[in-house]
């Protein structure tokens, strides 16, 4: 039998929020050979689908199954192992125990060893946070004994903040930059298959830019491009440097 892959989870409110926010580290992880599963828990119709609503005719629905197309498009440019839609429905977005209970058998099933998601906090869209605050959830009744079998419960794999889009406001803070100079080509690739957000195009890459200057200040690589993150939980090493 083949030993078990590595994995890793990204929980993203919106079904583009992967590309933007962890794109790197999907597509960095992928090629080291792990497996990286991408749960979407809306498709963004109503918020992020600006777009495609300038059509008159457009429905619901079919801004739903364009926005899909588009997200499994993007995750298989990154190499994601899978894509799981909740299609919660946004702007609102509102979870349920079952979408919770769905969510922590993606925990127990794979079993990740990192979790991506957003800030805790974003004043400009609820449903980044909440989409925090249920992968956090979900991850705490994952850890449960008592749930399916103490065999099943999972340990406490680390979970990395997103970068949001206008950081002082969340209150968040870069404290882990990936290097992710090597696989730019194809999150950049990744997001020029996103039609429907073109102007983010740009921002996304000033955005990685940025980073990149700052990681190479912070350490001794020669790094062009960066994707950053906040920790939630204490790094635990027996290795400071
Ligand atoms: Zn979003």
């Known amino acids: 039998m083949e030993p078990k892959k ?3 989870l990204v929980v993203g409110a919106h ?22 599963t991408i749960v979407c828990l809306t498709y963004g119709e109503k918020g992020e689908s600006q777009k495609l609503w300038k059509d008159p005719a457009m429905t619901l629905e079919r801004v739903k199954a364009e926005r899909r ?19 919660l429905g946004d702007y609102p977005m509102r979870t349920s125990v079952e979408s919770l209970e769905r969510l922590a058998d993606i925990y127990q ?12 906090e974003d004043p400009y ?8 605050r ?8 994952a850890q449960a004994h008592g749930r399916r079998s103490a065999a099943a419960a999972i340990g406490a794999p680390p979970v990395f903040l997103f970068e949001p889009h206008q950081t002082e406001q969340c209150n968040w803070k870069p404290q882990v930059i990936l290097d992710i100079t090597s696989v730019w080509d194809i999150k950049r690739k990744a997001f ?18 940025q980073r990149g200057v700052q990681g ?16 939630v939980f204490p790094l635990v090493t027996e290795d400071l440097v």
């Open 134 to 141: 249920f992968a956090q959830e979900a991850r705490v009744v």
């Open 15 to 36: 079904s583009a929020d992967f590309i933007w926010r962890a794109g790197g580290a999907i597509a960095l992880y992928s090629q080291k050979g792990w497996e990286i």
């Open 216 to 231: 190479a200040r912070n350490s001794e690589r020669k790094m062009k491009y960066g994707e950053a993150y906040q920790r």
């Open 192 to 209: 020029e298959s996103m039609d429907a957000q073109e102007h983010l195009w740009e921002y996304y890459t000033r955005v990685a830019l």
């Open 69 to 87: 197309i588009e997200a499994e498009r993007a995750g298989k440019i990154l190499g994601a192992h899978e894509m799981v839609f909740f299609d």
């Open 125 to 132: 869209n609820f449903d980044h946070p909440e989409a925090t």
């Open 6 to 8: 590595k994995t890793g």
């Open 109 to 120: 099933d794979i079993r990740p060893e990192f979790v991506l998601t957003h800030s805790l």
